[in-house]
Every structure is written in structure tokens, then in C-alpha cells.
């Protein structure tokens, strides 16, 4: 190949680059990627329904950590037409969803993926784009909570305006220290003594609460006792 013939293609490509630049494309890209990404997390968060207010309430009925009572109030809305069911999750060491209750609606189905145990709730209604339900739901949980060092929590496995999480100790055993526990990726974070409170009854109380938490991770209470 000929020096002129090379001097004139390197002329030709930078005559394209030159386009290429000056045109409206790389805007166009980029708004593209924009709106790529805002689709992708729109449908990756959209789920059934969304969670306006969760409060999640473990109870250590013994000393021992050998029985426990959970429960659990949701307050969603829902974010499609027809919807027929609606699901719960927990998981845990001993044995969990013992005399499980709930309301509205009725358990329709039990099964396990992985370590947690979910449950099928039959709405015995369809719900449509708007519409608000309040759940209350009831378990025990028993040899779940026999170690000194125990933790328990739940996950913001929808988008979720407010979480909230409650230990109950009895008198004879408060916590020692109290630390919060997050995945994605693992954190822990030491809790002041001020969360641990005393009851009217002379039992103790930790409590802890967030605004947005991250959808699907992992908020966990962990104590010493």
C-alpha cells in the first residue's frame, strides 16, 4: 500500500471519528444506558406488592432459649391486579412455624428453598392495583435460641418503607451487649447500651428500626446473654 493511500484512509477514519463525535450519538448512549438502568431496577423492585410498615417481634418465653413466641405485622399495598396469595419466609436453627397463624387469609402451602422455610398464605380474595392489607402472623419457635450468643432478624425481600425489629428477654436473662448484623455485604455494628430497655413487667426489650431499608438484605439483632 502507497503512502498517499494510507495517508487518505487514516483521513477517511478520522473524518468518521469526527462524525461519530460531533453527532448526537454518544448523547444518545448514554441516555439509553439511563434509562436502561432505571428499567432494570424498576422491574427488579416492583414485585406484588410493596411493604409500608414491617415489625417483626421475637419473644424468649424461658431463660433457656428453649421456647419462643414470633410475631410478625405487615402493612403492604399492592402494586398489581389479581393478586391471590401471599407469601412468608423465616428461618433459623430448632424448629420454626409451630402452631402457625395468620390473618387475614389462610397457610395454603409449606415448602423449604435453602436454608429458609416459606409459606403459602391464600388471600380468599383478589386484590387489585392499590389495595392495602394488614397482616398479623403468630409462631413458635422452639430450641431456636439456646446459645449465649444468638441472633435474629428478617429480610427486605420487597421494597420496604419501614422496618422494625423487637427482642423480648425475660427478667432473669437481659442481653449483655447487643450488636446489628446486615449481609450484602456482611456488616456488624455494635449497638449502644441505650436500645436495651427495662419493661413495666421487669422484662427487656431491644428495639431497632430503619427508614428504606436495602432491598433483599438481611437486618439481624445478634446478643449476648
Known amino acids: 500500500m502507497s503512502d498517499s493511500t494510507q495517508k ?4 477517511a477514519v478520522g473524518s468518521i471519528i469526527a462524525v461519530l463525535l460531533g453527532g448526537p450519538w454518544l ?38 432459649g428453649k421456647l419462643a413466641l414470633v410475631r410478625k405485622r405487615q402493612k403492604v399495598r399492592y402494586r398489581q391486579n389479581n393478586i391471590l396469595a401471599y407469601q412468608d419466609s423465616a428461618w433459623g436453627d430448632g424448629e420454626i412455624f409451630i402452631n402457625y397463624r395468620c390473618s387475614p387469609g389462610r397457610e395454603a402451602d409449606r415448602y ?29 419457635h422452639r430450641n431456636g435460641f439456646i446459645r449465649k450468643v444468638e441472633q435474629w432478624g428478617s429480610e427486605a425481600s420487597h421494597r420496604t418503607k419501614h422496618l422494625k425489629l423487637n427482642v423480648i428477654f425475660p427478667k432473669s436473662r437481659p442481653p449483655l451487649q447487643v450488636s446489628l448484623v446486615m449481609d450484602q455485604p456482611v456488616q456488624t ?8 430497655r427495662k419493661l ?26
Open 189 to 196: 455494628v455494635v449497638l449502644d447500651k441505650d436500645v436495651i
Open 112 to 140: 423449604k428453598i435453602g436454608s429458609k422455610t416459606q409459606i403459602l398464605i391464600s388471600l380468599r380474595d383478589v386484590k387489585k392495583k392499590g389495595d392495602k392489607d394488614e397482616f398479623n402472623i403468630e409462631w413458635e
Open 8 to 11: 487518505e484512509n487514516k483521513l
Open 27 to 64: 448523547e444518545i448512549i448514554a441516555d439509553l444506558w439511563k434509562i436502561g438502568k432505571k428499567l432494570w431496577r424498576g422491574l427488579a423492585d416492583e414485585g406484588m406488592y410493596e411493604v409500608l410498615e414491617h415489625e417483626g417481634t421475637l419473644e424468649l418465653k424461658d431463660a433457656k
Open 200 to 225: 413495666p413487667d421487669g422484662r427487656w426489650i431491644v428495639s431497632w428500626e430503619k427508614s428504606d431499608p436495602r432491598l433483599f438484605r438481611q437486618y439481624s439483632l445478634r446478643w449476648e446473654w
